[in-house]
C-alpha cells in the first residue's frame, strides 16, 4: 500500500516570550494512518496541536493539509474555517462537550455547517422547505449511526454533561467525526479511562481510520493505546523531535529512552527496570 | 435549649434594627406648612416597634430549630398575617412589614413542620422543570386564549387593559431579550438602546416622510437590527462581565446622543404627536380628516376611545406571540443551535468549523429587531417619546424579567413579565416601600429558584422514532 501524504509539517516554530515551546519541527502524517505524537508533561505536544486547528498562530512553519476536501495551507486560515473548509476535526485535553444540551443536540451541531447552506441560511428552514427537513434528516440519520455505534442511542436526550466520563470522552469522537473530517485530532482521548474503556478507545480509532478511511493524529500517555494501535509515532522533547518511525523503531531508540527516563547511564536506572528493559530487548 | 443564647442572639439583631432604624425611621423631615422651610419631626414610636418585630421575629426563627415549637410558631405567625390583613390599623406601613414578615416566618414554620423541602429541589429542580413543560405544553394555548378573550372581560377596565398592554410590552421585549441572554448567553444591559432606535425610527420615519405604521415597522426593526450589529462588532471578544459593562456603556450612549442631538431627537422634549396606527388605513378618531373613513363609522358603531386601546393591545399581542413563535421555531434550525453552543462552549464552536463572529452577530440583530418593533409601538401607543423613558433602568427591569423567568424559557419570561410589571401596580398602596417589596421578591426568586422561576430546556431536537430514548 502506498502512503499518501495528508499533513506535511515544515519547520513549525511557536515561541511564548521567551519560551520556545515548539522549536522547528518537521513531520508527516498519512492518509488513513493513525500518528501518535508522545513526549513527557511540556513538551510542546498540545502546542503543535493548538497550532494545527489554529488557536495560536505559529509565526514560523508552513502546515500543508492535503486532503479529500484538497489542499489548504492551514498557518493562513482563522481558525474556525480550518474545520469549516479544510476539514480538520479536533477533541479537547479536557473535555469540551455542550455539558447542558443534549447528546444528540452534541452530534447536530457538529453538523452545523451542512445544516446552514442546507436552511438557506435560515430563510427557507424557517419556512419548513423540503431541502431543509431532508438535511435535516441525513444529519439525524448520521448522528444515529454513531449514537448506536457508541451504543449511546438511550441516552440520546441526556444532558451530554450527565453522561459518564468514558461516554463522554467518546461522544466527543463522535461529534469530531459527524464533521466528516479528513483529519481527526485527538488530545489524550484516553486520559482518565480504565482498562476496559481503552480498549474500547483503540477498536473505535482503528475503526475510524479503516472504515471511514481518514487519517488520525493523537497526542496520548496511554502506551496500550499508543504503542497497540499507530502506525506512526512521533517523539517530542522540550519542543523538540527527536524520532519518528514506527512504533517498534521509536520503542528502541536510545534518545527516547533518554528522554523518559532520563540521561543518567543505563546501570543507574533503577534495576527492576532495568531488568524489564532488558527482558524486553529494548537496551 | 439555651435560652440566654437565643435572647443574645435576638438582643443582636435588635440592637442592629436599632442602629438602623433610628437615623432612617426615626427622623423624618417635613414641610412646614406654607413650604417656607423644613422641620425635623421625630418617629421613635415606629423605631420602638421595628426594633420589637426584630426580636420577636429573630426569636421566633430561632426556635424553628425546635421542633415542639415549629407548630404554635407557625399557628401565631400565621394568625397574626391573616389577621393585620383583615384588621384595618392606621399605621400601613408597619402593618405591611408586620404581615410580610410573619408571612415569612410562617412559610418558613410550615415548610417544617409538613417537611416541604422534598417539594422543591433547590440544585435540580426537575420536578418543577417537567412541571414547567407541562405548564408550556398545556397552559400556553389557554394563555394565550385567556389573552385574546381579555378585552372583553367583563371584569377588565380600561386601566386594567392598560396594564396588559404594558406586561405584553415586556413580555415582548423579554422574549426578544431572551435570544441575546438565555440563548447566545451574552449578557447584554444595554438592550433599552435598541428599544430607542426603534420608537425614534418610527416617530422621526413617520414624522418626516409621512408613513404609517405598518411602513415603518419594518423600518424601525431593521435600523435596530442594525445598530445591533454596529454593537456587536466591537464586543465580539468579549464575554461574560466585560460584554455586561460594554452593552451598558452603549445603552447610555444612545440615550445621551437622543438627549443632546436636539435638531434630531428633539432633546429632552422629546418627539410629541407621533402618529397613532391606524386600522387597515382607518384611523381611530371622532371626527376623521377628508377622505377617510374611521374605524367606528366603517364598522357603524358609536366612537369610542376605547376602540383604539383594544387595537393597541392587539396589536402588541400579535407581535409578542410573533417574538415568541420565531424564538421558538429559530430554536429548532442550526442557527438557533448554535447560539445555544456559543453560550455553552465558545472554543468547542469554532473547533467544529462554527463561525462565532456571524452567529454572534445575528444573536444580537434578531433580539435588537424585536427590540426595534416593540419600540415602534411604545412610540405609538404613547404618541410621545422622550430620553427618560430609555433609561437604564428598562433594561435592567428587561434583563431582570428574562433572568427571573428561567433564561431561555418563554413561558417563565411571562410570568416574570406578570409579576415585575403587573404586581407593583397592585402594590401601589406601599407607596415608596413598593420597590422594597419588588427587591425582597426578586431576592426570594434567587435564593428557591436560583435558575429562575421556570429553568426547564426542552430538547431542540429528539430522535425520529425514539420510543426507548425518552428518559
Known sequence: MTRTPLLQVEHLTMRFGGLIAVNDISFTAYDREITAIIGPNGAGKTTVFNCLTGFYNAPVGRLRLTGARGEFLLERMDGFRIAQKAGLARTFQNIRLFPRMTVLENLIIAQHNTLMRASGYTALGLFGFKAYRDAEREALDLARSWLDRLGLTAQADWEAGNLPYGSQRRLEIARAMCTRPVLLCLDEPAAGLNPRESAELRELLTEIRDQHRIGVLLIEHDMSVVMGISDHIIVLDYGRLIADGTPAAVRSDPAVIRAYLGEEETDQIPPEIARDLRQEGRV | MDLRALFKDAGLAAFVAFMLALPMVG?????????????????????????????????????????????????????????????????????????????????????????????????????????????????????????????????????????????????????????????????????????????????????????????????????????????????????????????????????????????????????????????????????????????????????????????????????????????????????????????????????????????????????????????????????????????????????????????????????????????????????????????????????????????????????????????
Open chain 2, 27 to 471: 427622623f423624618q423631615t417635613v414641610d412646614v406648612s406654607g413650604g417656607v422651610g423644613l422641620t425635623v419631626v421625630t418617629r421613635f414610636g415606629d423605631v420602638a416597634i421595628s426594633v420589637a418585630l426584630v426580636f420577636v421575629g429573630r426569636l421566633a426563627l430561632s426556635l424553628l430549630h425546635h421542633p415542639s415549637w415549629r407548630l404554635p410558631i407557625l399557628l401565631v405567625s400565621a394568625a397574626l398575617a391573616l389577621g393585620l390583613l383583615v384588621v384595618k390599623t392606621p399605621y400601613p406601613v408597619i402593618t405591611w412589614l408586620t404581615v410580610l414578615a410573619s408571612a415569612v416566618i410562617a412559610v418558613r414554620a410550615a415548610w417544617l413542620v409538613f417537611d416541604l423541602s422534598g417539594v422543591i429541589d433547590r440544585d435540580e429542580g426537575n420536578r418543577l422543570g417537567d412541571a414547567a413543560a407541562f405548564i408550556g405544553r398545556w397552559f400556553g394555548p389557554v394563555f394565550v386564549l385567556f389573552a385574546v378573550i381579555f378585552p372583553f372581560l367583563p371584569t377588565t377596565s380600561r386601566y386594567l387593559l392598560d396594564l396588559g398592554i404594558l406586561v405584553l410590552t415586556y413580555v415582548m421585549l423579554g422574549w426578544g431579550l431572551n435570544v441575546v441572554v438565555g440563548l447566545a448567553g451574552l449578557l447584554d444591559l444595554g438592550y433599552v438602546a435598541f428599544y430607542a432606535v426603534g420608537a425614534y425610527s418610527y416617530a422621526i420615519i413617520a414624522r418626516d416622510f409621512g408613513l404609517s405604521f405598518w411602513a415603518c415597522l419594518p423600518l424601525a426593526g431593521l435600523f435596530a437590527a442594525f445598530f445591533g450589529v454596529i454593537l456587536g462588532f466591537p464586543v465580539l471578544r468579549l464575554r461574560g462581565d466585560y460584554l455586561a459593562i460594554v452593552t451598558l456603556g452603549f445603552g447610555e450612549i444612545i440615550r445621551i446622543v437622543l438627549l443632546n442631538w436636539g435638531s434630531f431627537s428633539g432633546g429632552p422634549n422629546g418627539i410629541s404627536g407621533v402618529p397613532r396606527p391606524s386600522f387597515l388605513g382607518m384611523p381611530f378618531h371622532p371626527n376623521p380628516p377628508e377622505g377617510t373613513t374611521s374605524f367606528h363609522q366603517f364598522f357603524n358603531i358609536d366612537f369610542s376611545a376605547e376602540h383604539r386601546i383594544v387595537f393597541l393591545y392587539y396589536l402588541i399581542l400579535i407581535l409578542a406571540l410573533i417574538t415568541n413563535s420565531f424564538t421558538l421555531r429559530i430554536r429548532k434550525l442550526p442557527i438557533g443551535r448554535a447560539w445555544e453552543a456559543l453560550r455553552e462552549d465558545e472554543i468547542a464552536c469554532r473547533a467544529l468549523g462554527i463561525n462565532p463572529t456571524n452567529t454572534k452577530l445575528t444573536a444580537f440583530a434578531i433580539g435588537a429587531m424585536f427590540a426595534g418593533f416593540a419600540g415602534a409601538f411604545f412610540a405609538t401607543r404613547q404618541g410621545f417619546i422622550s430620553p427618560e423613558s430609555f433609561s437604564f433602568i428598562e433594561s435592567a427591569v428587561i434583563l431582570a424579567i428574562v433572568v427571573l423567568g428561567g433564561m431561555g424559557s418563554q413561558i417563565g419570561v411571562v410570568l416574570a413579565a406578570v409579576l415585575l410589571i403587573g404586581i407593583p401596580e397592585f402594590f401601589r398602596e406601599l407607596a415608596q416601600f413598593r420597590m422594597l417589596a419588588f427587591g425582597a421578591a426578586m431576592v426570594g426568586i434567587m435564593i428557591w429558584r436560583p435558575r429562575g422561576l421556570l429553568a426547564h430546556r426542552e430538547p431542540s431536537v429528539r430522535l425520529p422514532d425514539a420510543a426507548g430514548a425518552r428518559r
